[in-house]
């Protein structure tokens, strides 16, 4: 923003008040920033425009949860979800990083749309600067569609805006990227980035992992491994380990036992979660029963082990099911596009 003020002539300094407006006040008009002088608010209009772009449409679940429907601006559709949780007065948004996956999860509604495109810092950021709960979100998960270290040089932009002085001062604690494992990303991610890292694990069993996730056949769990136990995490920061547990795939006591040997003795959370089928799904939703033996027979081994609570089943906005294959195939999105 220093560079395209000083080429339209004006003093650099407006960058640092143009970056208030744009990010803390959340102005969407030039006409609002009262402390720029007209004839720089003009030039401003003239050569940019405010690019904050609204949700097309948005989806309430019952339990509070958002689901909001974006259109980028190559003309794709992405999904984000506002997931309130007021007993812990946290507000988290999961964004997507991309529009579709490339990855192939089996499990994953992402990945049956295919791959569209990888999303512009303008598109990553725009999912926080265009919902009217921009001002109260506490938490950012990359979480969304996409795999974010297929985009990693957009995503860490996005991030240092999100947690940069002059952008929205999010603590770099409250934000989580999620990986299905690309390794080069993690080591990049390690040294260059502060924020929480989140693996998706789903199987400590290299053969079932890569049925699962295909991307397993080119980094390997014990890949993966290696570059988390070559960093030298400190003492506040550690990694999570994301688990989907499908019912008779990968929730029995061996695959316990599978996780004590591949994560031994690494300062961990693992976060199960359990998977919701929908008909005609080849995966099953393991009972809430197993899931809970599952993460006290980890917790005995010394494991922090949590069950993420689902959240916007009823809106298809839990986990795996960000999908805008029907949106994008539908009447909606003809007339989205006219």
Known sequence: ???????????????????????????????????????????????????????????????????????????????????PDNNNDRNTLCVSSEAGCKMGCAFCYTAKQGFQEKLSVHDIINQLNAIPERNIITNIVFMGMGEPFDNYDNVLKSIEILTSEYGFKIGKRKITVSTV??????????????????????????????????????????????????????????????????????????HVKGLCKVLNGMRCLINLIQYHSVPGDEFQTTDMEVVKAFRDKLSNKGFSTTIRASRGLDIEAACGLLSTLKMRDSEYSKKSSD
């Open 1 to 83: 923003m220093t560079q395209a003020v000083e080429q339209l002539g004006i003093k650099s300094y407006v960058a640092k008040q143009l970056t208030y407006w744009l990010y803390n006040a959340g102005a969407q008009s030039y006409d609002v920033m009262t402390n720029i002088s007209k004839d720089n608010r003009r030039l401003l209009a003239e050569n940019y425009k405010i690019g904050v772009n609204p949700p097309l449409s948005v989806k309430i679940s019952i339990d509070g949860t958002k689901k909001y429907l974006f259109k980028t601006e190559r003309g794709n559709y992405i999904e984000t979800a506002f997931i």
């Open 181 to 254: 494992g690309i390794v080069p990303g993690i080591k990049r991610f390690l040294n260059e980035c502060d924020c929480n890292l989140a693996i998706s694990l789903h199987s400590p069993f290299e053969e079932e992992r890569s049925r699962l996730i295909p991307m397993n056949e080119v980094y390997h769990i014990s890949d993966i491994m290696s570059a988390l136990r070559e960093h030298d995490w400190g003492k506040q920061r550690f990694p999570s380990f994301e688990y989907i547990m499908f019912k008779g795939i990968n929730d029995s006591d061996r």
